[in-house]
């Protein structure tokens, strides 16, 4: 027999899915312990496992994939090759009607002003204290995208209104806000895309006390530090209108302890997950609940039940230690909407990670 841990491990299916499976009667474990309820399954049920997997990967509806289950290993598998033939077509269908859906929704920003921000013909020279624009850029680094296919995100934008420079980065499933003080520029707002090679060489000057001098001239950016000075091109793209991706409802703030919190996530279960990130790999994701003493708990593998949401554990540790402090506030709102990651004493800096979609 083998236990639900080792058939998720040798099947691709989480532990959590081969419960749902269970519920909706697909793949019922052989023997269930009727003190724990612990699921135990036959060894000749990993390969009907491993073919739900498939399938599911491709997309194929639950009612389906019941009804190829259960001619799988029947002498007759006309039934299943017709499942599979008749899915194939409404997979064509549905991609044939995308691409008609997307060609109309080209001709229609073809024909009306771009919704995200506009970066050409920058100007502005400011100054910035250096600890400051250290600190913001090293809360925003690690949300840039590595994604070749959008070099637009694999950069940091620089938002320069009136006294304020903020600075963001997103991959699409996270981003970073980050603000501080500048002086200098009292014309209309500028943003700038500087990418991520240039960003750096900037955060390495930025090593002392002093203001430096931070200038954009076209799709030139420069910094100079003292006597010490690096300069390169900003990127001619769009970027997201971010202003509009950070007004979310209000949700649930619970204040964690980072050190403890983040112990409890590198030790704590995770559940593997189909979803695909930035590199192409799956994640691992980390189930957290609001906790009834105000905090944030990591939930067992075996948790089920409403109020939990699943993050991509990797992006949360990465996001608490930008956060750059002892103490930071999680927001959650709904399974569906991003967990917020703040600083108490801060408004202006913080993180946002999209959930994990924990239902199969």
Sequence with gaps: MRSIGEMARDSGLSVSALRFYDRAGVLVPAWVDPVSGYRWYEPDQLEEARLLARLRRAGMPLADI?????GWSSADTDLVRRLFQAHLRRLERGLA????????????????????????????????PAPGLAAALDAVRFAASTDPDLPMLGAILFDIDGEELTVVATDRYRM??????ATGHDGPRVQALVPL??????????QGEEPVRLAFDGDRVSLESGDRQTAGQC??????DYRRLVQLPAGRRCLVDVAAFREA??????????????????????????ADDGTVAVCTDGTDGQGVIGVNREFLLDALAA?????????????TAPLAIRRPDEAHTFSLLMPVRLED
């Design 323 to 335: 956060g750059a402090r002892s103490e930071l506030v999680l927001e959650l709102g709904a399974p």
């Design 265 to 290: 996530l590198r030790s704590g279960p995770v559940r593997a997950s189909d979803v695909r990130t930035g590199d192409g790999g799956p994640c691992a994701v980390s189930v957290i609940r609001p």
């Design 197 to 206: 090679p240039q960003a750096d060489a900037m955060r390495a000057l930025l």
């Design 66 to 70: 019941r009804l190829v289950l259960a």
């Design 176 to 181: 970073a806000v980050a603000r501080t003080a």
């Design 235 to 240: 990127l001619a793209h769009d970027f997201p």
């Design 97 to 128: 009607d995308a691409r008609g859906e997307f060609s109309t929704l080209r001709a229609v920003l073809d024909h009306r002003e771009n919704p995200m921000t506009s970066l050409a013909a920058t100007t502005a020279r400011l100054s910035v």
